[in-house]
């Protein structure tokens, strides 16, 4: 009688275990749904993002690629003409320094003459002749000749040259040398990192 009573409760059990076997896999078979569309949204979103990266930096490189006129060429090419004047003018200089100089004209003869002493103590070469205009820059130290000055440049802005032993100079302005009797004059200044300068002494 027991065991009949196990049977029938354990056939009416059976529908029921059958029907939550079907309800968990009805779920999770929702829930692997669910999960493949959540995937599918995200590489969309992940794909769309890409894209819009992507014609960007297209039409970055696409900017880039236009020339910028911007005037630093002609910048340049205006430093590099100014450059070949005086490299010019300071040829000139010193071939008529070392050419000889042409006899006094018979009328002439009784006339006063100058004549420019040398120290061989000074420097004579590989030196900037006093009253030449010439370019330098930061970090660079330029002797003078017949001078025991020595041109030593700082830093170079737009407008002013820091050089050691006369401070910042603006364009146009002049500076003592200390423990000389030079003057350097700014001719101009870039911010480029170049400078046009010219050094007197009395």
Do not use: H, N
Not at 11 to 40: K, N
Not at 139 to 159: L, M
């Amino acid at each position: 009688m027991r065991r009949y009573r196990r049977l029938v409760m354990i056939d009416r059990l059976i529908p029921f275990l059958a029907a939550f076997v079907g309800l968990i896999a009805l779920a999770g078979s929702v829930v692997v749904q669910m999960q493949g569309e959540a995937r599918t949204r995200a590489v969309g979103e992940e794909l769309v993002a890409m894209r819009a990266g992507l014609e960007q930096l297209t039409a970055r490189t696409e900017a880039l690629a236009i020339p910028v006129d911007d005037g630093t060429a002609a910048g340049l090419l205006a430093l590099q003409d100014r450059m070949v004047r005086i490299e010019a003018e300071f040829a000139a200089i010193r071939t008529a320094a070392t050419s000889p100089a042409a006899p006094a004209a018979p009328d002439e003869a009784g006339a006063a003459t100058a004549t420019v002493e040398v120290d061989p103590d000074l420097p004579t070469a590989d030196c900037i002749p006093l009253g030449t205009r010439f370019m330098v820059t930061p970090g660079e130290t330029v002797p003078i000749c017949q001078s025991r000055a020595r041109v030593k440049v700082g830093g170079i802005t737009a407008d002013s040259v820091d050089i050691e032993g006369a401070g910042p100079i603006v364009e146009t302005g002049f500076g003592t040398l200390i423990g000389t009797t030079c003057t350097v004059m700014v001719f101009s200044a870039d911010i480029e990192g170049f400078a046009e300068l010219r050094v007197t002494c009395t």
